[in-house]
């Protein structure tokens, strides 16, 4: 409340008494690197008008690029947006500094049921602050799924994983993400098995579940799923919710009679959590601690959301978001759906080699 | 004289440093880079930043350097021929190329013929229009091809809207459409070298061909062909060598199946975090090049003598 009434009417007043902060503030700049498509501008301009800082934002489109770049170091960036296990990754390599906490005060208002999930990456939640999360599960063209198969179990991973099934849509157009720490957990899943299961016995007979399925695959790729969906090239993909939703709207706005659905599988889907962390070397930390303040703001977390539509770890910025997001069950699902999500754990190097060289031969088909 | 007296110590500068600057070019942008790759090659993965040990600290001092110096290991070269995935990637990618170069030289000559061919006002207009898709980029020109070869594309709607076909083909992703994609891209590199070749040629000894009885595709085989072999050699060369290492076009219109070295090399330096084996794909993959270079070489000298 007292933080309310700050923002609200003591601007001025800050300026006045702090013109020297202000102006220090100023003539420094804050680098954020973050997913494409992935904020409402307005955000930046009114954080710059509320602090002077001026923010450079650059944008990736691949978890990969995120990754390397850090690892080579000196990015210059002070805010990163990693996903759940390279967030691992990258925290067990020592690339990011703690968090100073008393200075995101705004930390009151997180959602305790994602702020604990990230702790199976972020021990104690020291380092990274949850910006977005979503869920990985079936995009779907709705008429052209109707059209081939009335009855499709379109909440159920038998859409990919049951070959008479997903034969029928073989011509239509299947994707998958090109992802084994999304893919192979699904796979495990449908068998029962455990999904962040480490064993390669059992990663193997994920594998031959995949094979089963491959030649009804079109294309194993992260992204070009969204403009194949939006365009009706294809009509099943395998993706991430807040991508098959941006097909969804692209859709929508070429006004083209695609019609794309999105369903959380009812076995059990993964939950990925992009958040927010300072590197080592960011040049200017304070800027950044001050911004992640800003963004877990309630009034402005919820604006992101309403603009990118993916639900966020932000519990009291609920309240402010529109009707549409949070009732959609597919962005904010239900408790008994929420129990069902899982999280899984970044795999050691012999584990990844496996994973990784199945997954060459899968996408292979050899 | 007294002028060149004067300024031969100038001039002897001068040419010293018109020797040294493509040197110098070569020593930063590329002996340098490399060095790098060979020296992470010798490298063991680690959990670090950069993500690989040793990483020759030069401020521990000279000792210290020795003693990181006897970390490097031929491991990672060891792992590619144990893992048959490199081989099928090195092998899968020498035939792409091989065959695009084949389809580009079938493609490319006609067109090159018949510019050289072409009355002498209209030759560089047909140059020109050789060139002008250069003005674009060559990511977006790929792009491009998504456009006309998917399922919903410009082919696809024209061949139904013919009639030719019922169904929609399903080229786009596969390796079909990479060797459209190839063909499509590396095409002028092809053309320009035998049409430089085509031009030169000295008509006179096919009007001599003639004259003597030489049926006009008897006298191209056994004379224009022969003399423009040096283009053809150029061409396939500057063609070939880029193609083995392509990564954009496969990744763009290739299918999850097609293997190419540049995409495993990719997988193995972002998605595996390998970078040591990826620096030695790398390095496998120029020494692999060094031999049609080299080849090249030798025939472009005996081409001079």
Redesign the interface.
């Known amino acids: 409340m007292i933080k309310h009434a700050l923002s609200g009417v003591a601007l001025s007043a800050m300026l006045a008494v702090g013109v020297s902060n202000v102006a220090q503030a100023a003539d420094k700049e804050l680098h954020i690197f973050n997913w494409s498509d992935y904020i409402d501008t307005s955000i930046i301009e009114d954080f710059t008008k509320e602090t002077g800082i001026k923010v450079v934002y650059d944008v990736y489109d691949?978890m990969?690029?995120l990754?390397?770049k850090?690892?080579?170091?000196g990015s210059g960036y002070d805010i990163v947006v990693p996903t759940d296990r390279n967030l691992k990754?990258l925290i067990?390599?020592?690339?990011f500094q703690p968090l100073d906490k008393s200075k995101i005060p705004n930390l009151s208002h997180m959602w305790d049921e994602i702020t604990n999930r990230l702790a199976t990456y972020d021990p104690g939640n020291e380092i990274a602050v949850n910006y977005m999360w979503g869920t990985t599960g079936t995009g779907y063209n709705v008429n052209k799924i109707k059209e081939i198969m009335p009855d499709a179990p379109v909440d159920s991973m038998d859409m990919f994983f049951k070959p008479e099934v997903v034969s029928k849509f073989k011509?239509c157009?299947v994707y998958m993400l090109?992802s084994p720490d999304d893919v192979i957990p699904a796979a495990l899943s449908y068998l029962g098995l455990p999904p962040d299961s480490k064993d390669p016995a059992e990663i193997e007979k994920a594998g031959e579940l995949l094979m089963s399925i491959r030649p009804y695959?079109?294309?194993?790729?992260s992204s070009e799923f969204i403009q194949g969906l939006a365009?009706?090239?294809i009509c099943l993909a395998f993706g991430y919710s807040g991508d098959v939703i941006q097909a969804r709207d692209r859709a929508a706005e070429a006004d083209n009679k695609v019609e794309i659905a999105y369903s959380i599988p009812k076995e059990g889907a993964l939950l990925w959590m992009d958040s927010m962390a300072i590197p080592k070397d960011a040049p200017n930390p304070e800027a950044a601690l001050a911004f992640i303040n800003y963004i877990q703001k309630p009034e402005v977390i919820a604006k992101a959301t309403n603009y990118v539509s993916y639900a966020n770890g932000n519990k009291d910025s609920q309240a402010f978001i529109s009707k549409e997001i949070l009732d959609d069950k597919t962005i904010y699902p239900d408790e008994a759906v929420m129990k069902k999500l899982y999280t899984t754990t970044p795999n050691d190097?012999k584990v990844?080699?496996v994973v990784?060289?199945l997954w060459?031969k899968i996408?292979?088909?050899? | 004289m007294a002028m060149t007296t004067t300024g031969a110590p100038g001039r002897g500068w001068l040419r010293w440093l018109v020797v040294a600057i493509p040197y110098l070019w070569l020593i930063v942008l590329f002996l340098a880079p490399f060095l790098i790759v060979l020296k992470i090659s010798f490298s063991t993965t680690a959990i670090a930043m950069p993500p690989y040990t040793p990483a020759l600290d030069l401020s521990a001092g000279l000792g210290a350097l020795w003693e990181q110096i006897q970390e490097f290991t031929f491991d990672n070269y060891i792992f590619l021929t144990e893992d048959s995935l490199y081989l099928q990637s090195y092998l899968s990618s020498l035939k792409i190329a091989a065959i695009s170069t084949f389809l580009i030289l079938l493609v490319g000559y006609p067109i090159a013929y018949g510019m050289a061919r072409a009355r002498r006002e209209w030759r560089p207009t047909l140059l020109m229009l050789v060139i002008l898709p250069f003005w674009t980029s060559f990511l977006i020109r790929v792009y491009a091809w998504i456009g006309i070869l998917k399922p919903e594309g410009l082919l696809n709607q024209m061949l139904l809207g013919l009639g030719v076909i019922s169904e929609p083909l399903n080229i786009l992703p596969s390796t079909l459409a990479v060797y459209i994609g190839i063909v499509y891209s590396y095409l002028p590199f092809m053309i320009l070298p035998l049409y430089a070749t085509l031009e030169k040629l000295d008509e006179t000894l096919l009007e001599a061909a003639a004259d003597l009885g030489c049926p006009p595709i008897q006298a191209f085989w056994k004379i224009t062909f022969p003399l423009s072999i040096p283009g053809v050699v150029a061409g396939c060369f500057l063609v070939f060598i880029p193609a083995v290492g392509e990564f954009v076009i496969p990744d763009l219109l290739g299918g999850s199946d097609t293997l190419m070295i540049g995409k495993t090399l990719w997988a193995e330096f972002f998605s595996n975090r390998d970078w040591p084996v990826s620096s030695a794909v790398a390095v496998v993959l120029l020494a692999i090049l060094v031999v049609p270079i080299m080849l090249f070489q030798n025939a472009q000298k005996k081409a001079s003598e």
Do not use: C, W, Y
């Open positions: 691949s990969e690029i990754e390397t850090m690892l080579a170091g990754r067990d390599v020592g690339v011509d157009g090109d695959i079109r294309k194993f790729h365009n009706g090239d190097p990844q080699r990784t060289r060459t996408k292979s088909g050899t």
